[in-house]
């Protein structure tokens, strides 16, 4: 098992303490992967408005 599915599982056990009325997740597979591995994929529903935005020519640039 990777870094990358220890983490979401770990924070899963510690997710299952709260009992959360609703779970949201961008519908990128990612996004709904982690759910999955925290145990949290049957409580989740999708938003794309939590989709990640690209800033194109903006990204990166620090303000002058």
Do not use: H
């Not at 990777?2 to 899963?12: E, F, H, I, K, V």
């Not at 510690?14 to 949290?40: D, H, M, N």
């Amino acid at each position: 098992m990777s870094n990358g599915q220890a983490a979401p599982r770990l924070l899963g056990t510690r997710l299952r303490k709260i009992p959360f009325t609703q779970v949201y997740t961008s519908p990128l597979r990612r996004a709904s992967r982690t759910c999955e591995l925290a145990g949290l994929a049957m409580d989740t529903l999708v938003d794309y408005d939590l989709v990640e935005w690209g800033y194109g020519d903006y990204e990166g640039l620090k303000k002058r």
